[in-house]
């Protein structure tokens, strides 16, 4: 595609956002051709997905088709109290896996009301982060405690992984096969936590406190950056480090960015290596710089994200290859997390379930043994014996003509095609086969 | 359309790799070739809760450790096991008793893990169950090779979630799920019809494997998988044989799966873990187990797939020699009681010795991983055998164990 085609391009769409503009570069670049910009109808089924983890209402479907204001929409989707919940239980699972683990003390409940609280109070990031790391009280009452005590046997390496994109487990037994950091890296951040005290009060409840830390040298904790404590308030000073390191800006830009296309700019997105460099550097340390600038507001940054071009190119490909998709030319199609299918289902069915009903359809679809417990990668994982019972189960009953169903369950108009295929088959028939298309399980 | 399990996953990962090569989240195992071998299956009996030695296969009925149990005879000369197994004791000479297994792990989950995949749990490097392991080295199938009853079996890890257990607790409610599809086959395809433009639009791997699931899912239904579960098609002097107990249903069904060309199947006995009452416990356990497989062992080597099928009697751990404030028995990895046989290993034996209380092993002990390279030993995998996992870290197959060596 040549260049002055690109340009027309760029130049018909509605925002010259600084994102785009280095796409478009990277993009002529690699001879990389992006895809449209997706319909009305599929921008506001994604972004609802992306923001709120559901699909639309089909009144906001209605809505939508009137108004068709898209930054107005990302708006009203940022103010909404379901933004705060979902957010939470996306960072609730990068911050303890997914998966509710027999004899678990950490209460998951209580870290995400936190988290859901903060988000919706307007908490920067990175106070948010400081907060999870050097969390002390009970936990019982105070979320963040809940985060270190899950990660109590290896703090470092989960605060690595999620807020520096590094992957210090490899270093716990030997010095990282591709990269800089060493043993020795690994258990000097290890001893930030030496101070760590847990402190069983009652079964839920779990005290988590700081002890004095040992001044001798030789014990003494370093950052990766090979910043030492000067204080006795270690976890606090370790929190400070990282929130002010230039990874953590990275981190929190590119895990952000992965939430909304199911790609990272570093991928897998918390690994960090000079083996797995940024697909575009450029982009990675413009939206760092930014992130930074806009003090972690984490709708601010989200905002910006989705107001641009790249947010909105369509997933359908002609023969789109890897580096489009890598480079964020069309967008990566991706399955629905549980927490989205489970809330989507409800949404496309009419259904409200309440706390134990969500838990058990959660539980069902959650594999912990498939499900990477980092949450840095976004695949289809559903196993046969999972689509058997799916299929097995029965049909809730819609009401609604055949458009009407289409709307409600795949949040569109049925196709010519469609609508002779349906013409003469059980409603039943047809909300089964859209409740079980590959187009609802996925995000496109 | 049999279940091409090889070719769907060669094109359906070739897809992945060239969609996500280098980006480490896709898990591709690749195994080097392994050697020829003739053992087909595997069938494993897990003990869950940790199943006490002394009431089972190593009794010490002239020890104060020994507790209220007796001493029977087998068909082994100069090999008693509890009481508690009369019908096992006839079949003694089909099996190996391994009473110097030794282990580090105590707690439950940690040692579930282990006896399952070989190797310590940890969180950032998930391992591959036996069945996986086993499952992986088919090439094409009609059903699903690895297949746990009454469990949720444990995960493949690294080698894909195509060789997850196909777990089914109740096979009579797995069976009317399968009937389920069955009837609603005319619906399945219209979902197909439906779905066909979106899977032409899209022609991205994830959806080309949901798509290739549903297919399997459709003649699954009505296959001979579907058919093995339903024990109503066996005769009700056959089902009576094996006893009427959920356990007998689980042994009657594993033999009709193995029958079947499932190669990996796991049948559970829950409540072992006798911490309080352990003799009558135990009594009660070994009664629901005795006969379902004795009967098993029976048709297994009547029918001649004893052969090459390798029969594994396990749990988390064994149970300690002295007995606490509750009559029970606690965790006793120490000394972890297996028992194992088929598939042309040396039977009708003894492996390792414990002392006189039950206290210590005598002499030589082997470990889980030594267990893992027997058995894979008889599948043709080396015990060192590398995998390479997502994130291009080659991993042997066994924690550095090597083969028990009375076993082969």
């Known amino acids: 595609m040549t260049s002055s085609v690109l340009m027309m391009i760029a130049m018909t769409t509605t925002a010259i956002n600084p ?83 027999a004899e678990e003390l950490a209460s998951r409940r209580i870290l995400s009301s936190w988290l859901a609280s903060a988000i919706e109070r307007r908490v ?85 406190r700081n002890a004095v830390p040992d001044t001798e040298e030789d014990n003494r904790p370093r950052f990766l950056t090979g910043a030492r404590p000067r204080t006795s308030r270690w976890r606090d000073e370790l929190a400070l480090y990282t929130i002010r390191s230039r990874p953590f800006a990275r981190a929190f830009a590119n895990r952000v960015w992965y939430q909304l296309f199911g790609q990272g ?118 196993s046969v014996q999972q689509l058997i019972t799916q299929l097995a189960a029965s049909t809730p009953i819609v009401a609604g003509s055949t458009p009407g169903l289409f709307n409600k369950i795949l949040s569109r108009q049925p196709t010519a095609r469609e609508t002779q295929l349906c013409a003469g088959r059980s409603k039943s028939d047809i909300v089964f086969a859209l409740l079980h298309s590959d187009e609802f399980r996925f995000s496109h | 359309m049999p279940f091409r399990r090889r070719q769907f996953i060669g094109g359906v990962l070739s897809g992945f790799s060239a969609f996500a090569a280098g980006v480490g989240a896709n898990p591709i195992a690749t195994a080097q070739q392994a050697r020829e071998s003739t053992v087909k299956r595997c069938v494993v009996l897990w003990m869950d809760g940790g199943p006490s030695q002394f009431e089972t296969f190593d009794p010490k ?96 890890a690294f080698l894909g979630p195509q060789y997850g257990p196909f777990s089914i607790r109740d096979p009579e409610s797995a069976r009317e799920m399968l009937e389920v599809l069955r009837r609603r086959r005319s619906r399945v395809e219209f979902l197909r019809d439906l779905s066909a433009n979106f899977s032409q639009r899209y022609t991205d791997p994830a959806v080309q494997q949901r798509q290739a699931m549903i297919q399997q899912i459709t003649h699954l239904a009505d296959s001979p998988f579907s058919r093995a579960l339903d024990l109503e098609r066996e005769s009700r002097r056959r089902r009576a044989a094996y006893g009427n107990s959920h356990f007998s249903r689980l042994c009657l069904t594993a033999r009709r799966l193995l029958e079947t060309g499932v190669r990996f199947v796991e049948i559970q006995q829950d409540g072992w873990d006798s911490h309080t009452n352990n003799l009558s416990v135990t009594r009660r356990l070994c009664g629901r187990i005795d006969q379902p497989w004795a009967v098993l062992m029976d048709e297994l080597s009547a029918s001649g797939l004893l052969d090459d099928t390798v029969v594994l009697w396990m749990g988390e751990f064994g149970r300690t020699p002295d007995i606490n404030g509750a009559a029970g028995r606690d965790h006793f990895p120490a000394v972890s009681p297996i028992v194992i046989g ?32 027997t058995v894979l030993d008889r599948f043709g995998i080396e015990a060192d055998h590398e995998f390479t996992t997502s994130f291009d870290s080659p991993t042997p197959a066994t924690d550095s164990g090597t083969p028990i060596r009375g076993l082969l």
């Open chain 2, 61 to 156: 009925p002239d020890s104060s450790t020994g507790g209220d149990v007796g001493a029977i005879q087998t068909s082994v000369p100069g090999l008693d096991i509890s009481e508690f197994l009369p019908e096992m004791a006839k079949r003694m000479d089909q099996l190996s008793v391994v009473r110097n297994l030794s282990s580090m792990e105590g707690e439950h989950n940690r040692a579930q893990y282990l006896m399952h995949t070989g190797y310590p749990r940890i969180d950032t490097f998930p391992r591959p169950a036996l069945g996986a392991i086993a499952a992986h080295d088919v090439s094409v199938s009609n059903v699903p090779q690895y297949v746990s009853l009454g469990s949720r079996g444990f995960g493949p």
């Open chain 1, 124 to 208: 920067p990031w990175d106070d948010v982060t400081r907060n999870l790391i050097s969390a002390e009280g009970q936990s019982a009452f105070d979320g963040p405690v809940n985060f270190l005590l899950h990660n109590r046997d290896s703090p470092a390496v989960r605060i690595s992984r999620v807020f520096l994109g590094v992957r210090l487990d490899c270093a716990q037994c030997h010095d990282h096969p591709h990269d800089r950091w060493t043993q020795s890296d690994f258990e000097h951040m290890a001893r930030f936590f030496d101070v760590m005290e847990f402190d069983e009060q009652s079964e839920s409840n779990i005290i988590l």
């Open chain 2, 342 to 373: 088929g598939a042309g290993l040396r039977s009708g034996q003894v492996i390792g010795a414990t002392n006189e209380s039950g206290r210590e092993i005598v002499g030589d002990s082997v470990g889980v991983p030594d267990l893992f390279a």
């Open chain 1, 265 to 382: 700019i570093v991928h897998p997105v918390d690994d960090f290596s000079q083996l797995n460099p940024p697909v575009n550097s450029e982009l990675l340390e413009h939206l760092a710089t930014t992130a930074r600038d806009s003090e972690f507001d984490l709708r601010r940054f989200l905002s910006y994200i989705c107001g641009s071009n790249a947010y909105q190119r369509t997933s359908a490909n002609s023969p789109a290859g890897r580096s489009a998709i890598e480079r964020f030319a069309v967008r990566k199609l991706r399955p629905l997390s549980s927490q989205q299918y489970v809330s989507s289902v409800g949404v496309a069915t009419s259904r409200i379930f309440d706390e134990v009903e969500r838990s058990e359809l959660l539980a069902g679809l959650v594999s912990s043994d498939s499900d990477d417990p980092f949450a840095a990668t976004w695949e289809y994982r559903e």
């Open chain 1, 19 to 101: 994102i785009d503009e280095i796409l478009l570069r990277d993009w002529k670049k690699h001879d990389i051709q992006p895809s449209g910009i997706c319909s009305d109808d599929e921008f506001l089924r994604r972004v609802s997905l992306d923001l709120i983890g559901r699909i639309p209402t089909v009144d906001e479907l209605h809505a939508f088709r009137n108004d068709r204001d898209r930054p107005a929409q990302i708006s009203r989707l940022l103010e909404s109290p379901e933004f705060s919940r979902f957010q939470a239980e996306i960072w609730t699972s990068i911050l303890i896996g997914y998966a509710e683990e």
